[in-house]
């Protein structure tokens, strides 16, 4: 994975949050549209229609107070009780009497520009009235009853919220299978196909049978693999035979100084293909989903040095490689054959790749912190294009380009080093040294 991909915001790699995010939006938006779109038809259709109505519900009120022409206080305190959301000032010769003596008188005209039912004169004719003996009503509304009371804004928020929420989690539940999808996507891709994606029969829809296609291919690329693997193991099996018998008559040949050149590149030739069919089975082991691996205590850096004089025994230019060991490294629990084999294709590579350079190849063990331990192999050769360097740890690719062919080796070592390390629980990782290569093997160590 790209590194810098970390570093950006989480919600444009998650599709339920981009979908919480939508959903949120859309909530505010409907809500901010809905209620400025009800009071502006209600400003805007409501206001000449409603005037009239105002005027005859006023008139009405005032009546009730002052029934005789003489304004009567307890009716207008009835009146208050009755609807807290007024308020009423009476002025005159007789009575002066305010409902809500605490509050401001209120001034009607609006803000300049702003649409309504025009000044405060036009205002007084709404809501005061005269009577006969000269005492004026005035009626008003009562702002801290109003603002005592839910706004409708929030009620209208709080249920577009929760039908929000419910259409999320309908929508989130009919998507629920995209995760099961890429669990099993992840699987297949690994090469684990023991486990289908779970299907859902009661209902299954598009990403039902979605699901059902991927586990098809599923299928299909399992019995393909086990075909080339079984393939690949009965050639094997049947070619060991066949090549002992021609490794016993070649030894068998009298020898003599016209007979021995070509008995001896028979007999490499012969040990390569040995080799071959070894690294072609121990491949296949290393694939399979159920590689075991026979861990032992054992010494990281003892064992390094027993590679080198293995390979210094058959090779005279393995006693060129520099070991360079960090100190205080811990016996850890490794399979012995497995690493052994990893180290010997890791040198031999080293060797063959970087035979022309003055420098020798290197071999270092170290510590990798709390990843575990880690061995380099570097060569001075000459490295191979950067476009390739992914491509070197699969089987059979051989960067021609920068290595040629007489230098030998058929493109299996770093794949078998790849499959040792992953079979550890660890990784390979290659580069370009400019000059020659590395390979590093990182390894978790457990304590033997």
């Known amino acids: 994975m790209n590194p810098s991909v970390n570093h950006r915001p989480r919600w444009r790699h998650s599709l339920k949050l981009r979908l919480l995010g939508v959903f949120l939006v859309l909530a505010f ?32 009120l ?11 206080i307890d009716k207008a305190r009835a ?18 009497w305010r ?81 099961a999808i890429r669990a099993g996507a992840m699987r297949f891709g690994s090469g684990d196909f ?27 690329i399992e019995q393909m693999l086990q075909a080339q693997r079984a393939l690949l193991l009965a050639i094997s099996h049947e070619l060991r035979s066949p090549l002992t018998r021609a490794r016993l008559n070649t030894e068998l040949l009298p020898e003599s100084p016209e007979v021995n050149p ?45 590679v080198i004089d293995e390979l210094a025994a058959t090779r005279a230019e393995a006693r060129r490689i520099v070991l360079r060991v960090d100190d205080g490294l811990p016996a850890v629990s490794l399979d012995r054959v497995r690493v052994r084999l990893l180290l010997r294709n890791l040198l031999d590579n080293a060797l063959r790749h970087g035979a022309d350079a003055q420098t020798p190849p290197e071999l270092r063990v170290e510590h990798a912190g709390e990843e575990g331990i880690r ?44 499959l040792v390390a992953q079979a550890h629980g660890g990784r390979c990782e290659i580069r370009n040294a400019h000059p020659g290569l590395v390979v590093s093997v990182t390894l978790p160590a457990p304590r033997g």
């Open 262 to 306: 070509q008995r001896e590149a028979l007999l490499r030739d012969l040990n390569e293909m040995a080799r071959l069919i070894s690294d072609l089975l121990e491949s296949e082991r290393l694939a399979g989903r159920h590689a075991a691996l026979n861990r032992e205590a054992t010494e990281p850096a003892t064992l390094a040095r027993e």
């Open 375 to 418: 061995f380099v192999v570097r060569d001075h050769g000459p490295g191979v294009p950067e476009d390739q360097i992914a491509q070197l740890a699969q089987a059979f690719y051989r960067p021609d380009s920068a290595r040629t062919r007489h230098a030998g080796g058929v493109g299996l070592g770093l794949y078998l080093c790849r």
């Open 99 to 179: 409902s809500h003596p605490d509050t401001p008188r209120p001034h009607w005209r609006q803000e300049p520009g702003a649409d309504d039912w025009g000044d405060d004169e036009n205002w007084r004719a709404l809501v005061q009235r005269r009577t006969a003996d000269g005492h004026v009503i005035e009626f008003g509304l009562n702002d801290a009853a109003v603002e005592r009371r839910p706004r409708m804004f929030l009620f209208a928020l709080v249920a577009l919220l929760v039908v929000t929420t419910l259409a999320f989690w309908y929508v989130r539940r009919l998507l629920r299978p995209l995760d």
């Open 29 to 60: 938006l409907v809500a901010f549209i809905f209620i400025s779109g009800a009071q502006k038809a209600f400003t805007l259709g409501w206001k000449e229609a409603g005037r009239p109505l105002l005027m005859d519900y006023v008139s009405r």
């Open 194 to 220: 023991s486990q289908p994606i779970a299907v859902r029969t009661h209902h299954c829809d598009e990403l039902g049978q979605l699901a059902e296609t991927v586990n098809t291919m599923g299928r299909d």
């Open 79 to 96: 009146l208050v009780e009755r609807l807290p959301i007024i308020t009423i000032d009476i002025t005159g010769p007789v009575v002066q």
């Open 62 to 72: 005032a009546t009730d107070i002052a029934p005789d022409g003489l304004p009567d």
